[in-house]
């Protein structure tokens, strides 16, 4: 019975939440508490007919390609909390024990700052993927997936079966989790997004045992610039920070203390934090170097390209996964962070609309596209995880990325 509730769970998670970009009609009777149906919106003429088709309907019926295509998958949730709910599922499926995650980190749904930074639990050894919560509650599909992965602690969690942060309410009957908080000490005045950064950082020093090799610090007034921080962090482990325009809250300044000769980079261009704050990270011993691009769009892509020795991940080839997300949702892009930590490893990138693929992004995906001259099969290839049902990035620009990311013949036959 146990395995046939989580089999449940994980049915309902993955298919109405992830597949899912619509509600079944309501129905007079009892509910049943078995899987969702699959529910796609219908595809464009181009790839499955023109509406109201049998190519477009069967288009839709199946969830392709709204759901998946050859090179790209969607995570098709309508808010973050059932985006967190499936990618953590899609990376822990909780078949059997072995599949669980030892740990859950919760994050309050309303604090984004907190929830990229605590994507750095994703990293090895902790491997604790996001999920979101509330002051009052958490939502449906988060007390679905917990129940699902059934996390049981391990000694790289120090027993715990969770870490909740902020606000984040504490599901009744989850037991095991601990509660993070940032006290008021330790933060000033609009201080406590720094505050819970600098606590969780705090909480990853204690849980790996070691200091990290690099930090990176984050603007807090512009959360489209920060959100590829989640991304990086859960691949490599190093902790999010978060600094003012132009200065250096209490928080991060003793954070940074801790570990003085750390380097620092800061993601994001002078706009977003300006070079005097760069001064002060150097006058605490910490050598700092800025990432940055012009809009949140092209930082994400600075970021992808950048390769500092062991920092950064140097994408600038084919053969890896990608994430790609809205500018304007970085719970999105913290709820997404660990499909950069596990599958296809690869950095997060950013579209600022629902229709169209920015330019410079699609000059990236061709630089890095694969091709093979005579044999496909031992070609590289490349991967797109969709973030967001079709209101956040329309099954057009998610073809387009698919067209994008598929392996070419090069040269004549």
Excluded: C
Excluded at 306 to 325: E, I, K, Q, R, T
């Amino acid at each position: 019975m146990i395995g046939g509730l989580v089999v449940l769970a994980i049915g309902f998670i993955v298919l109405a939440v992830v597949a899912g970009s619509g509600a079944p009609e309501e129905s007079s009777g009892p509910s049943s508490p078995g899987p969702a149906p699959v529910q796609a919106a219908a595809a464009p003429a181009a790839a499955g007919g023109e509406a109201g088709s049998p190519a477009a309907q069967t288009s839709e019926q199946l969830g392709y390609p709204a759901f998946a295509t050859d090179n790209t998958t969607r995570v098709g949730g309508s808010t973050p909390a059932e985006n967190a709910a499936a990618v953590a599922l899609a990376i822990f499926p909780s078949t059997t024990s072995k599949q669980r995650p030892a740990a859950v980190a919760l994050v309050d749904e309303e604090d984004w700052p907190a929830a990229i930074a605590a994507a750095v639990l994703m990293a090895a050894p902790v491997r604790a993927p996001i999920l979101f919560s509330g002051p009052d509650g958490a939502p449906q599909a988060t007390e679905e997936a917990l129940a699902a992965l059934d996390p049981q602690g391990s000694p790289a969690t120090s027993g715990a079966r969770g870490f909740a942060f902020g606000a984040a309410a504490v599901p009744e009957g989850a037991g095991g989790i601990e509660t993070i908080r940032a006290t008021g000490a330790r933060a000033g005045e609009g201080e406590e997004p720094a505050a819970t950064a600098a606590a969780i950082a705090e909480l990853r020093d204690r849980l790996v045992g070691s200091p990290p090799q690099a930090i990176v610090l984050a603007p807090l007034a512009n959360p489209g610039f920060a959100a590829p921080a989640a991304a990086w962090a859960a691949r490599s482990g190093d902790p999010v920070l978060f600094a003012k325009k132009t200065a250096l809250p209490k928080p991060t300044v003793a954070a940074l203390e801790r570990h003085a000769k750390v380097p620092v980079y800061v993601l994001g261009p002078s706009s977003a934090i300006a070079d005097p704050v760069l001064g002060e990270v150097k006058k605490l011993g910490n050598p700092v170097r800025r990432v940055a691009g012009s809009s949140p769009v092209a930082n994400a892509l600075a970021f992808a390209r950048f390769g500092d020795g062991s920092f950064g991940w140097d994408v600038n080839d084919p053969g890896h996964g990608f994430v790609l997300a809205r500018d304007d949702s970085p719970l999105d892009a913290a709820a997404a962070a660990p499909l950069s930590a596990a599958g296809t490893w690869g950095p997060l990138l950013l579209t600022d609309s629902a229709d169209t693929l920015p330019p410079e992004v699609r000059s990236y995906f061709l630089d890095v596209k694969p091709g093979y001259t005579t044999n496909p099969t031992r070609a590289y290839y490349n991967h797109v995880w969709v973030i967001g049902d079709q209101e956040a990035i329309d099954v057009k620009q998610q073809a387009e990325v698919n067209e994008l990311a598929e392996l070419a013949k090069i040269g004549a036959e």
